[in-house]
């Protein structure tokens, strides 16, 4: 079935850098499009980045700049590089298959990232 793990989250001062990883299973990764989500304390969630099968990527306008989605198809793995972190980016941040009506229809159990002042 199909499966997404999150990993890399973790305590970070402010201005500093995380990658986040999220290993894909169950499912051909390389025909899917993939994105990242966060939900911040008391919030709802926000869409940050999509990327589509290859290379082609979205970006929300309150990451655009900071954050870099991108993927490895043969490690079947996506990526979110976090850099310039504001505290305001404490999150738990989840990866999210798209699925055939464009929506993200399986997630994964997310990782929680801590940004300090």
């Known amino acids: 079935q199909v499966q997404l793990v999150e990993s890399g989250g973790g305590l970070v001062q402010a201005g500093g850098s995380l990658r986040l990883s999220c290993a894909a299973s169950?499912?051909?990764?390389?025909?899917?499009?993939m994105g990242w989500v966060r939900q911040a304390p008391g919030k709802g969630l926000e869409w940050l980045s999509t990327?589509?099968?290859?290379?082609?990527?979205w970006s929300a306008d309150s990451v655009k700049g900071r954050f870099t989605i991108s993927r490895d198809n043969a490690k079947n793995t996506l990526y979110l590089q976090m850099n310039s972190l504001k505290p305001e980016d404490t999150a738990v941040y989840y990866c999210?298959?798209?699925?055939?009506?464009?929506?993200?229809?399986?997630w994964g159990k997310g990782t929680l990232v801590t940004v300090s002042s």
């Open positions: 169950g499912f051909t990764f390389s025909d899917i499009w």
């Open positions: 999210a298959r798209y699925g055939p009506y464009n929506d993200m229809n399986y």
């Open positions: 990327i589509d099968g290859v290379s082609s990527t």
